[in-house]
């Protein structure tokens, strides 16, 4: 079955410094990758995806995702975060019929 | 387009009450899913469904039933309801094992 593991749980930084998570995947068939978030008191909403072709996936309001094939990773990024990136970040692969989500990244910018 | 609503926005509960959480898409979506959201643990798969008439469980489905009889509608039952239900429950819809479009939520308490 697929999984997903996020490292680093919370995060927390100051305005315009840069922001990597973490994204390991674990999935046998065809990778299909996506990055969500969920600013506080909304619902989830999709941040980036990758399916195939350029491996460096780019999403809303500046953020991007590399998909690394021999290393399992989809990791996300943003140059400079701003304090409206304040949010949960998640993480899913795709597999039989469903996403599976990891634990998600709590990202906290301080003004 | 309203998208994916969820109904109620908030519900609580005494303890082996029962309740349905109704989830509706107007996308036309095929694939529906009931999640529940608890700090630390992500986004936990209870139930799904690929299309109308169909169900099928998913990671935490024990003390859940589904229901699609209609492919715009996926209902979430509780039938004797405890506190480890509390919970925030997502409902999400796709056109096919791809971006997830998700409900507003509903909060959910068992005293």
């Known amino acids: 079955a697929q999984s997903v593991s996020q490292h680093n749980h919370h995060v927390i930084l100051s305005e315009a410094a840069s922001l990597e998570l973490g994204c390991n995947y674990s999935y046998g068939g065809t990778v299909n990758l996506f990055w969500y978030v969920q600013y506080p008191g909304q619902h989830l909403q999709l941040l980036l995806k990758y399916f195939s072709g350029d491996p460096l996936v780019k999403g809303i309001k500046g953020f991007e995702a590399e998909f690394i094939k021999s290393k399992f990773s989809f990791n996300l990024r943003k140059p400079s975060v701003q304090w409206s990136d304040t949010a949960e970040y998640f993480c899913a692969v795709k597999g039989n019929n469903r996403l599976a989500f990891g634990k998600g990244n709590q990202v906290v910018v301080i003004p | 387009n309203a998208g994916v609503t969820q109904t109620p926005k908030f519900r609580v509960l005494k303890t082996g009450q029962s309740m349905t959480l109704l989830c509706a898409q107007d996308m036309n979506h095929e694939y529906m899913y009931w999640y529940r959201q608890d700090p630390g643990m992500g986004l936990r798969l209870i139930h799904y469904?690929?299309?109308?008439?169909?169900?099928a469980k998913g990671e935490v489905p024990d003390g859940y039933n589904v229901s699609r009889l209609k492919k715009q509608n996926f209902l979430l039952g509780l039938e004797s309801a405890a506190p480890s239900q509390t919970s925030v429950y997502f409902c999400?819809?796709?056109?096919?094992?791809?971006?997830?479009?998700f409900g507003p939520g509903t909060r959910l308490t068992v005293l």
């Open positions: 469904s690929v299309g109308e008439g169909t169900t």
């Open positions: 999400a819809s796709s056109y096919e094992v791809d971006t997830q479009y």
